[in-house]
DNA sequence: CTCCGTGCAAAAGGTTTGCACTGGT
DNA sequence: ACCAGTGCAAACCTTTTGCACGGAG
């Protein structure tokens, strides 16, 4: 994500944080920052990691409870891919993933063709629908080559 | 899962072993037994749960154990649904999901217009795809009930 | 008989919780 | 000044690992 990008996205965060009267910190503002930097999906260590430069005395949970944070406001989002470790994403537009079922390697595709694909009343079980992701699971070029 | 389906794949499970050599244990079998058994996605714990009524000494570990080599040899699946928590599933055939944002519940759908979906060779970044799954997420009608 | 699988206990992460203090509004 | 946010430590929960024993091939 460029720098412009980067910088709307905090400023639409302070606006939110107004809105709902929670207060703005500079833990949440650098975490924030932190995730939508990053274009891998970091776990809430490598945040930490990253964001303790910044501000030495950062503690862990911190960095847990802004990323719950984040996620109920709705600026990032959480993943659950293979690893079971949580996983942030700052992007929150609909893209999709690629993952390697040998090493666990992720991959975002952004496939706008899929855009238009819909589930049918009778399947939706009382769901409102919000949004969806698709998993495309395989082997990624660098373990096929392991393999043969 | 009904009775006779069961069957079957413990029965194929059995050949998968012999095959490989791999010993026939009565843990590996109940284990699949019980995944086999449910449609929600049982954890480990819940699958030892299960199972130790059956084997009382039964171990974590062992479950643990079972269900990565079950995994290993593709008779059952690991999900990676919210709650990071690791989920099984005894369906290995293509299946899609709805998930509640809220509650985190999980319902599986089998969609069977999706099965077209088709990745560009473009977008493949070298992997070779071997399934994919839909992730719908959402609220259920219960939480969009409890909002309101 | 030989190994692999199992059970136990302990370790190793990742995440959550309780409490006192700090800092934003 | 008030209340939410933070830091620290400890608790918690899931999963992994080391080692000795037992059962499957």
Redesign the pocket.
């Known amino acids: 994500m460029n720098e412009d990008e980067i910088e709307g996205r905090l400023r639409e965060f302070e606006v939110i944080?107004r809105r709902r009267?929670?207060?703005?910190?500079?833990?949440?503002r650098d975490i924030l920052k932190a995730v939508l930097e990053r274009d891998d999906h970091p776990?809430?260590?490598q945040i930490h990691d990253a964001v303790k430069e910044r501000?030495p005395?950062?503690?862990?949970?911190?960095v847990?409870?802004?990323l719950?944070?984040l996620v109920e406001m709705g600026v990032i989002r959480r993943l659950h891919h293979p690893g079971?470790?949580?996983r942030f994403d700052g992007k929150i537009h609909r893209h999709h993933h690629l993952i390697c079922r040998s090493c666990q390697h992720v991959i975002d595709i952004e496939t706008k063709s899929f855009d238009t694909l819909k589930l049918a009343p009778s399947q939706r079980h009382g769901f409102e629908i919000e949004d969806f992701t698709v998993h495309f699971v395989g082997l990624c070029a660098e373990c096929r080559r392991k393999m043969s």
Chains 1, 2 share one sequence.
């Open positions: 944080c009267g929670l207060p703005l910190t500079v833990q949440r776990s809430a260590d501000i005395g950062l503690s862990r949970t911190t847990y409870r802004v719950d944070t079971a470790i949580a």
